[in-house]
């Protein structure tokens, strides 16, 4: 076990109590994270699970329980690597069982020894230890040998091709369809008994169905025009030459590669309706490995470019084997072809795009001998394939045009979302000279974009760039993000760009403006009077436990300041107020300037409500801007006190705060009955004040 | 008041809680955090408005937190309780329901005269 770094062990339990005791035995061996509940420990394992080495699982708790935890983690399969010990003081013997059903690795009874908690967390992660080296190790293994047969039979087959003069990809075309149709097969029937380990394998043997060709004369084999009946004959022997060379190899023998290569090299020329050969075999009397790869050998030779003929686009090619235009096949394949058609042109068409590159054989023999330095731990590649499928959901899900372009290979490619919508292959080659890519920017658009990105030193690779994107007949304003690729050598170099294009036609981005703008004051940045209405409104509807108050205030002698300053001082100094405010307010109080310079805060408070405005208050006065000196009138209604009732409340602090002018300001006051009879002057109207503002125009 | 007599006083049984954790501070932290432990409101108030469901799970926390400190009279009180509601309200609860209640009424009062004490 690594010593330096510490395991991490989840708690969900909805007592804290029994966390804390749990935490209090087992934080000085391990880091801990406690969840309150089921759903906070799936939300939790969710984001990080592959960091959890063990889970203290509760059985008993609100929201989610401990057996639905269970299910999730049996669902997502976290159950297989991370260990559970259940922590209840269930004592039902079918409870019990159950749990241990759904992948308990142990049960901890309450109460809780310090010593066997301990001893009881340790050796359950010493097991998975021990467990997963072992599997670790186990799976490196097997996936070593298998990328070395692999390597071999890839060299063999390409030896065959290179003899025949074939594109070079026949033969990884031929096992990629190969183990398409193998897999659809088996999600359509059991029939064939094929397990994954059988798929592969035949996927594998796949590549040497035309070994035999290496025996029949150059002349016939790459004869450019029509094979003579005589040549045909010779022609055909390949199948049983292939199967011979299998059958007499010294060593090996009994090897399963070499049994599934024996059937695949004889029976792949045969006919389901048994007009095939060499032995003309009917039905499923042709093993079934012989039969996809036939299959497959006939899908690709129609839609690759032959001396004799053009390639076929794949529907025709699917309908000329449908119409049994090339054959008999098992009437089963050819559903499964029929069906998995867009899988099988879209693998094709990757394979060959990789193909372009001219890939040599030394290339693949580097690439392959690369898999074995690969860590390839079943947690690994489960890791990698979870942020491949989180990947694409998320890029189609996000509704952005996402790309990536480098410069070496010259290559754009597109997410599938975007790719569709813009109208273009996810792959483009030499996308700068493309028209159809550039004819979505224009040419200036597109010289001021290529600036920006080879702009973006590697200190601040990141760009952001608004521009019209024409397609669909349209054109449509889209926001590009991206990042420039620099290599990480001295000399920084660029190699490529990574972005996305968002759409940002609709007028959400002002609509959002507009409504910002009618919910707040301009200058001070406060709510305006109304959105705090409906606001506060809200809040005392929720009917929270905590208790409410409203406060009004206003500045002391401010239209002097007005008069002797003139009005753009004036507005500096609400600003300044206003600024105060936010900074003594706490986080959910809601502050807003409600005239022209009134203001109103609103609380909600448990205990003490005094402190808080006390503290308040004495953030806002006391202090001058500017050499005026800042001085607050404020009054203060409870809602205890009057009601939880917004027109209440506010008449009630108004009062109070007529209340404190009349006596002398510069002091706050609490609403209280005796001034019930107050008659407050009516207030200015300050719904133009906005205006004022905007035409002073600070 | 010393923690032992604190035990005494709670109807808990301090010797078996003592071996099971490896040091008095770590016990008197919990005992006195027993008081802040939600799960008793939330049991009165889950019988109130009859919801037995959540009557269950509370009653079920605080036998497991008992079980945790060895507070013998209340875990055995609350542990009956937890079976008396396992299926929804049974006739029997009603009375255990009282027991619970007055058990726990002596833990609270033993460990807060231990508070004021150690708190001085």
């Known amino acids: ?117 301990r001893r009881r967390v340790f050796n359950t992660m010493l097991l ?96 450019p025009g029509r094979l003579t009946e005589e040549e045909f004959a010779i022609m055909k022997t390949h199948s049983s030459v292939g199967a011979q060379m299998l059958e007499q190899l010294p060593i090996h023998q009994g090897e399963p590669l070499i049994k599934v290569a024996y059937d695949i090299c004889r029976w792949h020329h045969e006919r389901y309706d048994g007009r095939g050969y060499p032995d003309g075999l009917t039905g499923d009397d042709i093993p079934i490995s012989a039969q996809v790869v036939a299959m497959a050998d006939v899908y690709d030779a129609l839609t690759s470019k032959r001396v004799y003929k053009p390639p076929f686009p794949p529907q025709k090619a ?70 491949r499928m989180k990947y694409s959901f998320f890029a189609a899900m996000s509704q952005e045009i996402q790309f990536e372009y480098t410069l070496s290979p010259d290559m ?47 200190e601040s690779p990141i760009s952001k760039y608004e521009c019209k994107l024409f397609f669909g007949g349209e054109l449509r304003w889209y926001r590009i993000t991206c990042q420039s690729i620099w290599s990480n050598e001295d000399e920084r170099e660029y190699m490529g760009v990574i972005g996305k294009a968002v759409d940002i036609h609709s007028s959400r981005t002002d609509r959002e403006n507009l409504e910002r703008m009618a919910s707040y004051d301009m200058l001070t940045d406060l709510l305006n009077a109304a959105s705090a209405k409906k606001q506060i409104e809200e809040r005392l509807r929720s009917g929270s436990d905590s208790q409410f108050a409203m406060a009004i205030f206003d500045l002391d002698h401010f239209k002097s300041a007005n008069d002797t300053y003139g009005h753009i001082f004036g507005n500096r100094v609400l600003a300044h107020v206003a600024e105060r405010l936010r900074s003594s307010v706490r986080g959910g109080d809601i502050a807003a300037r409600i005239g022209g310079d009134e203001f109103l805060i609103f609380l909600e408070y448990t205990h003490d409500l005094e402190p808080i405005i006390q503290r308040i208050f004495s953030s806002l006065s006391g202090e001058d801007y500017r050499g005026f000196p800042i001085s607050a009138s404020m009054g203060v209604a409870r809602a205890e006190a009057v009601g939880c009732e917004y027109g209440a409340l506010f008449q009630a602090a108004d ?26 002057p009516e207030r200015e109207q300050i719904v133009s004040d906005n205006e004022i503002v905007m035409e002073e125009g600070e | 008041m010393t923690l032992q007599e604190c035990y005494a006083a709670l109807g808990g049984d301090y010797a078996d809680v003592a071996t099971r954790m490896p040091r008095e501070s770590m016990i008197q932290k919990f005992v006195l955090r027993f008081l802040s432990d939600g799960s008793y409101d939330l049991l009165c108030r889950s019988l109130e408005a009859g919801n037995y469901e959540d009557a269950f799970r509370a009653a079920h926390s605080i036998k497991g937190v008992c079980q945790n400190l060895s507070f013998t009279t209340l875990q055995k009180s609350s542990g009956e309780l937890t079976e008396a509601l396992r299926n929804g309200w049974t006739p029997e609860a009603e009375g255990l329901i009282q027991q619970v209640k007055a058990d726990y009424q002596q833990v609270v009062a033993a460990i807060q005269a231990f508070q004021k004490e150690v708190m001085g």
């Open chain 1, 318 to 387: 699917i309908e000329m084997i449908l119409r049994g235009e090339c054959g008999t096949f098992n009437p089963l394949l050819l559903d499964c072809l029929q069906e998995n058609a867009l899988n099988i042109a879209k693998a094709l068409q990757a394979s060959g795009e990789v193909q372009t590159k001219e890939k040599s054989l030394q290339n693949i023999v580097r690439e392959m001998s690369q898999h074995y330095e690969l860590n390839a731990s079943n947690r690994t590649l489960q890791l990698l394939e979870h942020e």
């Open chain 1, 128 to 223: 998975y230890a021990k467990q997963k080296d072992l599997e670790t190790l186990a799976t490196e293994q097997i996936y070593e040998k298998e990328q070395r047969s692999s390597l071999m039979v890839d060299i063999l087959s390409h030896i065959v091709e290179f003899r025949n003069g074939e594109s070079g990809l026949h033969v990884l075309n031929v096992r990629t369809v190969t183990e398409l149709l193998l897999n659809a097969l088996t999600r359509k029937t059991d029939r064939y008994q094929l397990s994954q380990a059988d798929i592969s394998l035949i996927s594998t043997a796949s590549a040497l169905h035309d070994i035999g060709k290496i025996a029949i004369d150059d002349k016939i084999l790459n004869k």
């Open chain 1, 1 to 117: 076990m690594n010593q330096k770094q510490r395991q991490t062990i989840l708690i969900v339990d909805d007592t804290q109590m029994n966390r804390s005791i749990l935490a209090d035995i087992l934080e000085d061996k391990y880091d801990i994270i406690e969840a309150e509940d089921g759903l906070e420990a799936v939300a939790i394992l969710q984001k990080q699970w592959s960091s959890i080495s063990m889970l203290l699982l509760d059985l008993y708790m609100p929201k989610m329980n401990g057996y639905e935890v269970l299910e999730v983690m049996n669902n997502n399969r976290w159950i297989e690597t991370i260990p559970v010990i259940i922590i209840s003081s269930e004592n039902k013997l079918e409870r019990i069982h159950q749990a241990y059903d759904l992948g308990v690795t142990d049960f901890l009874s309450r109460p809780f020894d310090d010593k066997i908690v």
């Open chain 1, 655 to 680: 009062q109070a705060l007529y209340a404190v002018k009349q006596g002398g300001r510069g002091h706050y006051r609490f609403y209280d009955s005796s001034m019930a009879s107050l008659a407050v």
């Open chain 1, 412 to 458: 754009l490619s597109l997410n599938s979302w975007g790719a569709e919508r813009l109208g273009m292959d996810e792959i483009i080659m030499d996308p700068l000279h493309n028209k159809k890519v550039r004819g979505h920017l224009g040419e200036e658009e597109w010289e001021k974009l290529t600036q920006l990105i080879h702009a973006a030193g590697p």
